[in-house]
């Protein structure tokens, strides 16, 4: 039976309470906040600055700087009602404090919306004197960011409108977060021997790895099903999100949503199509693959509930918790003591992860926090390898927030989506690395050779066909073509049978595998999964072979933040990825693991082999 969060015991949960003691504390800090100002106006010392910023850079600086302070306590403030709330979903206490911190985020949104603007009103010469200025020193690639987006700024007036739209706009996400991590049930479903397994989105990643081929399949067709129930609110919620991203996009003049997701950030468009042409390219490797499958697992037919099972039932490497984090800790010894000090605290002594699924709790895994807290990271940890690899996954973005944190200011202290998959696949790589060193027995190496080879194609191919679809649908909507259900369950599974290739039965229940995917709702995310682990390999490889310099670069680019454009930074590292290498890379990279397995395979059937 899964728990209710109640009953958690408390070793198992992230220290909340490094925030705010507990929920009354944060109330009486979010009350004392959010009364500092009566209505209409929050926050009216950020008002005064209004209409000043052209009399010198010492006005910006003080308005900078108010404002950060003010965003910094909301920082705080939702770090702890998130975390909260995605404890128990369901916790009515906990959703009105997150509804509430969200309400008055958007009040700073919108009352902060002139800044802008009003900067970029200011003429040329201004501009460029205020960037030489001294007093702006610590703020000038902050005010470089902005002037880059200035044929992209609307008047004051319409930027407020925008803030103002903004809470309505995040209405197809939230409702989808809560459909899928709170209100649906999925039931039980029956293995080969008739017993009844509960399903829920945590064991059904057990179930579609479990060698129990029945059970798979159930799981398979009864989560999906779950979904088809729903279809046509589940697509005018994804049409809903991919709406906001027009609006946002056309009203701030771009030519396509993927242009107003990567400009700001300096990643031109030919970096997306980049990568899904060179995956395309060489797809022929991920067929290999799966016809591999097919052979090794004595299957007349390949079905999608196949693809992701161990190749050999000999062993199923499980560990429990405390195990895994030993492991991570020790998978980190190329990247330094102070690297792997930092991390044995956060993990051993500080609290950063809540460990385990409890009843209402948001599925999946991430790692959160705010420049005053430590990294938290939410797990829902079921003893399997690949939630070793996910702890890894996890705690890669936590050090890197870790390192930025300490190492640069509260406003370059955040570092970029592009960014932020590079530390977390390098630290999965390390982990890869560390086992296979222990490794000696070939059963076992064939188990963790699957491993990488999966990480890979869930990591670099999954992710890209994520990302062309992502892509297709917000074409199409930008070209005024409905989305309707059949007509993305047709799409998405001409995607399927492309990827897979003709080793796999594409069953008809993944054509709705797209309405249960939370990142199509993050407007251009999950590109950068792939182009993460892309980089995340070369620059591995460079650290663990590579000079101590090698690994001192690597600790720079983590201390970086936004301090630079995310392709400058990477390229700081020594990974270009305005260049098709690292993705080519990659794709060898899986190429050359699939052949040493083959090799091994040829000389041991891990179906029959007994440990």
């Not at 728990?3 to 992230?14: A, C, F, S």
């Not at 869930?458 to 005024?480: D, I, K, P, Y």
Request: charged fraction near 25%.
């Amino acid at each position: 039976m899964i728990k209710t969060r109640e009953e958690v015991p408390v070793e198992d949960r992230w220290n909340v309470e490094a925030l705010y003691p507990n929920q009354e504390e944060w109330e009486k800090a979010f009350q004392s906040f959010a009364s500092q100002a009566q209505q209409p106006l929050k926050w009216p010392a950020l008002q005064a600055f209004q209409g000043t910023l052209h009399e010198s850079p010492e006005k910006v600086k003080l308005a900078l700087e108010l404002m950060m302070s003010i965003d910094r306590e909301l920082s705080k403030l939702y770090t702890y009602a998130h975390l909260r709330h995605d404890e128990d979903i369901a916790n009515p206490v906990f959703k009105k404090s997150y509804e509430q911190i969200l309400a008055l985020a958007h009040a700073f949104a919108q009352e902060t919306a002139w800044f802008q603007p009003e900067i970029l009103k200011l003429p040329d010469e201004t501009l460029e004197s205020y960037l030489a200025s001294p007093y702006l020193t610590a703020y000038r690639f902050y005010l470089e960011r902005i002037i880059r987006v200035k044929k992209h700024t609307l008047s004051p007036e319409n930027e407020k409108l925008l803030a103002l739209a903004g809470q309505a706009l995040q209405t197809s996400y939230k409702t989808f977060s809560s459909l899928n991590d709170a209100d649906f049930k999925f039931g039980s479903v029956l293995n080969s021997e008739g017993e009844e397994k509960p399903l829920s989105h945590a064991t059904y990643s057990l179930y579609i790895r479990d060698q129990d081929r029945q059970l798979r399949k159930n799981a398979f067709e009864n989560y999906h099903k779950h979904y088809s129930d729903f279809e046509n609110t589940l697509c005018e919620l994804l049409t809903g999100q991919v709406q906001n991203h027009i609006f946002q996009a056309r009203a701030r003049h771009y030519s396509s949503c993927l242009e107003a997701a990567l400009f700001p950030k300096n990643i031109n468009t030919a970096v997306y199509h980049a990568l899904i042409q060179a995956v395309n390219e060489q797809i022929s490797v991920l067929h290999r693959y799966m016809q591999l499958r097919k052979r090794i697992l004595k299957l007349d037919e390949l079905h999608l509930y196949d693809v992701y099972v161990p190749l050999t039932s000999a062993i199923d490497i499980r560990l429990p918790y405390q195990e895994a984090e030993d492991l991570v800790i020790e998978s980190v010894v190329p990247l330094g003591e102070e690297y792997q000090s930092f991390l044995r605290q956060g993990l051993k002594d500080h609290r950063w992860v809540d460990r385990y699924e409890n009843r209402n709790k948001r599925s999946g895994a991430y790692s959160s926090g705010c420049y005053d807290s430590m990294p938290y990271i939410l797990m829902n940890y079921k003893d399997l390898l690949r939630d070793v690899f996910t702890l890894a996954h996890e705690a890669g973005h936590s050090m890197h927030s870790l390192y930025s944190r300490r190492s640069q200011p509260y406003h370059y202290s955040d570092y970029p989506i592009f960014l932020a998959e590079v530390a977390s696949t390098f630290n999965e790589d390390l982990l890869i690395r560390l086992l296979m060193q222990k490794c000696t027995d070939p059963i076992e190496k064939i188990f963790l050779l699957n491993q990488k080879i999966e990480d890979i194609r869930g990591t670099l191919f999954r992710q890209t066909m994520f990302a062309e679809f992502e892509l297709f649908v917000h074409q199409q909507s930008e070209e005024n073509v409905p989305l309707t259900p059949q007509f993305l369950k047709q799409a998405y599974r001409e995607l399927n049978r492309k990827y897979f290739g003709p080793s796999v039965v594409i069953d008809q229940e993944i054509d709705i595998e797209w309405a249960r995917i939370p990142h199509f709702y993050y407007n251009f995310y999950v590109f950068q999964y792939a182009t993460g682990i892309s980089a995340a390999l070369a620059l591995s490889e460079k650290v663990v072979s590579g000079k101590e310099e090698d690994r001192d670069a690597y600790l720079n680019f983590l201390k970086g933040g936004s301090s630079q454009y995310p392709i400058d930074m990477l390229k700081k590292a020594g990974i270009d990825m305005e260049s098709p290498e690292p993705v080519k890379s990659a794709i060898r990279k899986f190429d050359e693991l699939l052949g040493e397995l083959e090799q091994l395979l040829d000389q041991v059937d891990p179906i029959s082999a007994k440990k």
